[in-house]
């Protein structure tokens, strides 16, 4: 559900050397099975665009800031991520797009699954489809 994606504070270190900021099992509501990253986005880049079935995520803005449409069917709901000690939760069965990627943003996502192409909507009409027959 859309009010199920949030964003969850991360703890950060601060100390005069530059800011640290440690995610574990406890910190996120999901036990984390794969990391990825995106980086070296072209300015006017959307990615994305695809729902998952069955696996939650956590997006942290590493480094600069981008935002994150959610659609559940029903609403849109965008949250900026400009912060790495800020992640957004998002949840099965939410379609998401993620665009306004500023110079030299990276994207860390904190998966609860494997990569499983056939854990995705990557058609809209598709995911659309699925949603309202719930
Ligand atoms: P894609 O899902 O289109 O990226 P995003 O939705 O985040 O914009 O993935 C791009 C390609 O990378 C696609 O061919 C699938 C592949 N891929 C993997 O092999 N492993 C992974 O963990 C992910 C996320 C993608």
């Given amino acids: 559900m859309l009010s199920d994606c949030v964003i969850v504070n991360l703890p950060k270190i601060s100390d005069p050397r530059g800011n640290l900021t440690a995610i574990e099992g406890a910190t996120i509501p999901f036990e984390i099975k794969r990391v990825y990253y995106i980086y070296d986005i072209p300015a006017a880049s959307t990615r994305a665009a695809h729902s998952h079935k069955n696996l ?58 494997l990569y499983d192409e056939s854990d995705y909507y990557r058609n809209f009409d598709d995911f659309n489809k699925a949603i309202n027959s719930k």
């Fill in 56 to 113: 939650t995520q956590l997006l942290i803005a590493i480094s600069g800031s981008f935002e994150v449409s959610l659609y559940d069917g029903l609403n849109y709901k965008t949250f900026v991520l400009n912060k790495p000690y800020e992640g957004l939760i998002i949840r099965p069965m939410i379609w998401r797009d993620l665009f306004n990627f500023s110079a030299g943003a990276v994207c860390l996502c904190l998966a609860s699954e």
